[in-house]
Nanobody
Framework: VQLQASGGGLVQAGGSLRLSCAAS????????TGWFRQALGKEREFVAA???????YYVDSVKGRFTISRDNANDMVYLQMDSLKPEDTAVYYC????????????????????????WGQGTLVTVSS
């Protein structure tokens, strides 16, 4: 299983970026996928996740600004980021669970970085003020 994240870059505050995560070796529709980020000197934190059934979760700081979505036909997962703020600056990682069609897990499961077994290499997002 491999994940390839892309789409990061430099953007001014208030701008938008769309991150992409290409999965190989897994059908993303059957596994939970998450986006996490790690700012310099900080721990990696949860940003968003999408369950096999399509339900989504977000950290409070990005609700209403970020949208996670999935293209099942092409095994792609996206993170649309709008109204970006300087505090969104970080390396963003996509991650994939190894539990097939997880459906009986609670919300905390999908927010926990320890849930995810496979990780992409990260893509840097820099938001200037």
């Amino acid at each position: 299983v491999q994940l390839q994240a892309s789409g990061g870059g430099l953007v001014q505050a208030g701008g938008s970026l769309r991150l992409s995560c290409a999965a190989s070796g897994r059908a993303v529709k059957d596994y939970a996928t998450g986006w996490f980020r790690q700012a310099l000197g900080k721990e990696r934190e949860f940003v968003a996740a999408i369950r096999p059934g399509g339900r989504t979760y977000y950290v409070d700081s990005v609700k209403g600004r970020f949208t996670i979505s999935r293209d099942n036909a092409n095994d792609m997962v996206y993170l649309q980021m709008d109204s970006l703020k300087p505090e969104d600056t970080a390396v963003y990682y996509c991650a994939l669970d190894n539990l097939f069609r997880s459906s009986l897990r609670d919300e905390a499961y999908y927010r926990n970085r320890l849930t995810y077994d496979y990780w992409g290499q990260g893509t840097l997002v820099t938001v200037s003020s």
